[in-house]
């Protein structure tokens, strides 16, 4: 199933930025979420939702808004990554970026993304409030051989640009994708400014997705960096203990 404003009426100019939501069998989320993002829809942004077959009443609430979400689609997918896919290969905006479950977009900057795609910049990141509790500010350089230094949430990729996620990956296709990317551009700029919130599970620290993190390393700069990648995760894993015993 699909539908969405794009079937009733024709944009006379391309959006700047397209938000990118995908969700599955989480129609309470999904309806909250919208209700945070629909508002930022307009002239200069629009709003793509891929649901991946939910059977929970997610279809007859992206029904419901059909008039307030650009595109929207409903089908099976493989996973999360795919369903981003779906998402990127629907979008019609100069910039993307990913606000899914659990997250809330708080800010658009939209005259400076205006600026830097006219520029022909790549990669915008910016900072992401995570847990109401700490802001995550993105770094750039060596850093992302053997770490994610741009949040996923608080990123706005070209879309011309963007190489696509590897299906493969269940957690961290978003790692892999920035590593890729990175070899391939230096056209990166930092704004100061939180776009976002994040709320995050834990689901990083599991060996699952430590797999995943070191595949993604090995795979893109090779066996030399996995030592300091292991390092860096270990300290990262003290600092979250440490945190959360102080909470």
């Known amino acids: 199933m ?15 930025v397209s938000i990118i939501v995908v969700v599955f069998r989480d129609a309470e989320e999904l309806a909250a979420l919208l209700q945070n993002l629909c508002p930022f829809r ?27 979400i650009d595109f929207w689609l409903s ?7 795919d ?21 809330r977009l708080l800010y658009l900057p939209l005259s ?18 995570e847990d109401g509790a700490r802001q995550y500010t993105p770094r750039s350089g060596w850093l992302i051989r053997i770490d994610n230094p741009w949040h996923h949430q608080g990123t706005f990729y070209r879309r011309q640009a963007h190489l696509g996620y590897d ?3 269940q957690v961290f296709g978003d790692f892999d994708h920035n590593q890729r990317l990175s070899k391939l551009t230096n056209s990166i700029q930092f704004l100061d400014a939180v776009v976002a919130t994040h709320r995050t599970n834990g689901i990083t620290s599991n060996n699952y997705a430590r797999r995943e993190i070191y595949r993604s390393i090995r795979t893109n700069f090779g066996w030399l960096y996995l030592a300091p990648a292991l390092i860096r995760f270990g300290v990262n894993r003290l600092r979250r203990i ?3 015993s102080r909470s």
């Open 112 to 129: 400076t993304l205006a600026n830097f795609a006219a520029n022909g910049i790549d990669v915008v990141c910016c900072r992401v409030l």
């Open 2 to 16: 699909k539908g969405g404003c794009r079937f009733t009426k024709t944009r006379a100019v391309r959006p700047i």
């Open 75 to 81: 089908e099976p997918d493989t996973g999360i990554y």
């Open 167 to 169: 299906p493969s990956y």
């Open 242 to 244: 440490h945190r959360l």
């Open 83 to 103: 369903a981003m896919n779906k998402g990127i290969a629907a979008a019609c905006g100069e910039y993307l970026i990913h606000i899914n479950a659990g997250d």
């Open 42 to 68: 307009g002239s200069d942004t629009e709003l793509i939702v891929i649901d991946g077959g939910s059977d929970d009443g997610s279809v007859d609430t992206l029904s419901s808004n059909s008039d307030r």
